[in-house]
C-alpha cells in the first residue's frame, strides 16, 4: 500500500520522503478550506499598509493646517484643539423622502456650513485677513477631506478584521488606488491654500478676471463680483467669485439677478468652468457644449437652469479639461494657457450666436484663489 | 479628535514560523531531488525539483511582504513660478512664487520703463512623468 502510494507521487521511500509528502498534501489541504481567509489576510495586509498612508497624509493635514493658522492668524491660544474639532464637523444633507424644494433646503444647510466655518476660522485667526480667511477655509476643509478619507478606510480595514468577512474588505481593498489618488490630490491642495496659489478649479474665474481687468466692477451676489465689457459689439456682463481669497461665490444667484433686471433681453449666456478630464485626454484642452457648466453640488446649475428656461435664454458651455489633482492643486501652465484660448472661442460664440448691440452673460465658475480682478 | 487607530504588526511570529517551516522544506526537497538525481531516477528528481522550487517562490514572497517597512510619506518639493509682465514695454520677468502673489496683481515697477508691472500667471512646473498623463 505505502509503495503504491508513493509510486503515485514519484519519490522515495524514506521517512524525509514521507514527511515531505505529507507537508505538501497538508498544504493542499489548508488551501482548499481555508483558501479564501488567507486571500482575506493578505487583502487586509494590503489596506493595512494603505491605512498608514491615509494616516500620514491625515496627519500632515493637520500639522500644516495648525501651522498655517499660527503664522497667518497669530492666535494668542494654540488652535490645536479647535482645529481638531473642526476636523470631526459634518454637515447633514436635509431629507429626501420628499423631494420638493430640496435645493433651497440644501442651500440653507450649505449658507449655516459656510458662515459657521468662517466664524471658527476668524476665531482660531484673528489676525487673519478676508482674503486669508478664505484661503484657510480652503486649508481646512482638505485636511478635513484627508481625515475623511483615513476614517472610512479605517472603518473598513477595522469592519474586515472583526468579521473577517472578504466581501467586507474587498469593497476597500478595490476601491483603494482610487481613493488613494483622491487622497493625494488633497494633500497637493494643502500647498496650494497654504500659500493662496490659484488651483486648477479657477480656469473659469481666470477666464473672467481677464475679460473684466480694465473695467468697473461691482459685487452682484454673496461674494460674485460683475463688469459690464463691452465686446465684439456686444455687452458682455462679466461675472466671477470675488478674489483673490479662495471661495466659488454665488454664481447661481449673480446670473438670475442679470437676467431678471435685464428683463429676460439676454441673448446668451456662456458659462465657463473646469470640467472633469477623461483618462487620455490632455490637460488644459478647451471644449464647447450647452447647458449651465457650474460643478459643484448642483444648487448654483438649478437656479441659473430655471432662469434661463424661464426667459428662454440659450446656455453655452466652454470647458476646461483636468483631473481632480490639477483642479484642488496649484495650477498648471497648460490650464493658465488655455484660459486665453476659451477667450477666443468666446468671442466666437458670440459673433456667431448673437448680433451687434446684445447683450450676453460671459461667467467664469470656479474658486477664485490666487485670481483677482 | 477620535483616535483609534489600528496598531499594526508589521512582521508577526506565525508568518515568521511559516516561512521558515516553507524555507526549511524547500531545502529539504532540493536535496531530495539531488539524490533522486544521483540515484538514476529522473522522475522523482524533476517533482522534488518542481516542489523545492515552488516552496523557495512562495517563502521568498511571504518574506518580502513580511520585511516591507512601515510606510513613509514623501513630499516632493514644488517649484512655483511667477510670472510678471509689463504691458507697455512687454518686459517679462519669471520669477519664484512669493506669498502675497496673485494673479492680476499690480507688483514693482519694470526696471525699463518704469511703468507698474503685473502678474499674468502663477504655475506650478509638472514633473515630466505628471505632464504625460
Redesign the interface.
Known sequence: MLAQVSQLFGQDNSILGWILQLSWLLLFVVFMFYGQRIQTWNMLREVEGSLVRFKLMRDEGRKVAISTIKEVGKPQADPTAEVDRFLEYVALPPAEMDPAGIYWKLEHVLDVWDARVKDEVRHMAPEASEAEVNNLENLLGAALALNVYYKFVRHFYTLGKKTMSLYVIMQVQMALPLLMREAKAHLSALRASTEGQPIGDGAGALVAAKLMREYEKTRIAKDVVMAKVPLEGRTAFVLKAEGPGGNAGKPGDAIKRIIEENGGNIASAIIVDAGQKWEGEKVGEVIEGVGVAIGGIGIDRFKVDETVLKHRVPVHAVVIKEDLGDAISTMRKEIVDAADVAIDRIKRLIREGTREGDSVIIAGIGNTMGIGQ | ??EE??T?ARTNSFMVAIIF?AFA?SF??LY?AM??YV?Q?P??G???LI?SLTGFALSTYFML?AQ?G????I?KP?R?ATTILCEKCGFKNVRE?Q???????ETENCPKCDERMLIT??????EKSE?E?
Open positions: 479628535m477620535s487607530t489600528p499594526v517551516i522544506l529539504f526537497a531530495q539524490v533522486a540515484n531516477n522522475e522523482s524533476n517533482s522534488l516542489m511582504q516591507r512601515a510606510p513613509k510619506l513630499l514644488q512655483v512664487f506669498r502675497g502673489d496673485y494673479i492680476l496683481k500667471s502663477i504655475h506650478r512646473e509638472v505632464s498623463d
